[in-house]
C-alpha cells in the first residue's frame, strides 16, 4: 500500500531543478506532497485528485499520471528554504486512508 | 493560522510502563489521524477517526495500542505496556472534509516518545 519514492536523496546548488517519483502498485484517486525539515512535522505542498492533473505552488509544481499511477514533483530553480524531506502520500481508489511514501530527501546548498 | 495541538512534546518512559497522547484538532476538523514515524522513514498510518467513529485501524497493534476520540473532537492514543520498539514520533493530523480524500492533513508537532 505504500508508495515508492524516488530518488531517496538529491543533493542541488541554488538554482537548480529536480525532479521527485512516485509510484503505486495500486490504481489512485489522489496524490498528495508534504515536505518536513529535520524536527518538524509534515507540511502540506498539494493535493492532485485527477489523472493528468498539474498544479503550482511557487515555483514547485507536480503532475499526476492516473494510468501510470504515478505522480512527479518539480522543484524548479531551487532555493535554501526547499531543503527537506519530501513525501508522497497517496489515497486509492474505493478508500480513505492516506498512506505516505518512503521519502526523498532534498539539500540544496549555495 | 489555526493548529493542531498535540501533548506532551517529549516522552521517556521504561518498557513494560503505560503511557498516553493527548490530541486536539482544528476546530471543525471531522477526521483525525495518528501517524508514527521512524526517523527516516515516512509516516505510518495508525489510525482514522471520521467524527468520534474509527473509520481504519487495520494498522493499530491492538494488543497494546488503543485510540479513542470519545465526543469527536480531540483523541488519546494509549500504548500499554510499551515497547523499545515504539520509539518514534507520534504525529497527529487533521482535515476537514469527508474523511479528508480531498483535504490537505494539518499536522500536530508530534510528541517523539524514548522507550528504555
Known amino acids: 500500500q505504500q508508495p515508492v519514492q524516488s530518488p531517496q536523496a538529491v543533493i542541488l546548488r541554488e538554482g537548480e531543478d529536480a525532479v521527485i517519483n512516485c509510484s503505486s502498485s495500486k490504481a489512485l484517486y489522489s496524490v498528495h506532497w508534504y515536505r518536513q525539515k529535520h524536527g518538524e512535522a509534515p507540511v502540506f505542498l498539494m493535493i492532485l485528485l485527477k489523472g493528468g492533473e498539474q498544479k503550482g505552488h511557487e515555483k514547485i509544481s507536480a503532475s499526476f499520471n492516473e494510468k501510470k499511477q504515478q505522480s512527479s514533483l518539480y522543484l524548479t530553480a531551487s532555493q535554501l528554504s526547499y531543503s527537506g524531506t519530501y513525501f508522497c502520500?497517496?489515497?486509492?481508489?474505493?478508500?480513505?486512508?492516506?498512506?505516505f511514501g518512503t521519502g526523498t530527501r532534498l539539500t540544496v546548498i549555495p | 493560522e489555526a493548529e493542531v495541538a498535540q501533548s506532551p512534546r517529549y516522552k521517556i518512559t521504561e518498557k513494560s510502563q503505560a503511557v498516553a497522547f493527548w490530541c486536539d484538532p482544528i476546530?471543525?476538523?471531522?477526521?483525525l489521524y495518528w501517524y508514527r514515524q521512524i526517523l527516516g522513514q515516512g509516516p505510518e498510518l495508525l489510525v482514522q477517526f471520521q467524527d468520534e467513529s474509527v473509520v481504519d485501524d487495520s494498522q493499530l497493534p491492538k494488543d497494546r495500542f488503543s485510540a479513542e476520540r470519545l465526543k469527536g473532537v480531540d483523541s488519546t492514543l494509549k500504548i500499554q505496556p510499551a515497547e523499545l520498539g515504539d520509539s518514534a514520533m507520534y504525529l497527529c493530523?487533521?482535515?476537514?472534509?469527508?474523511?479528508?480524500?480531498?483535504?490537505?492533513?494539518?499536522f500536530g508537532n508530534g510528541t517523539r516518545l524514548t522507550v528504555t
Open positions: 476546530s471543525g476538523h471531522a477526521t
Open positions: 493530523a487533521s482535515s476537514s472534509g469527508t474523511q479528508g480524500r480531498n483535504s490537505p492533513l494539518h
Open positions: 502520500g497517496s489515497i486509492q481508489t474505493g478508500a480513505n486512508n492516506l498512506f
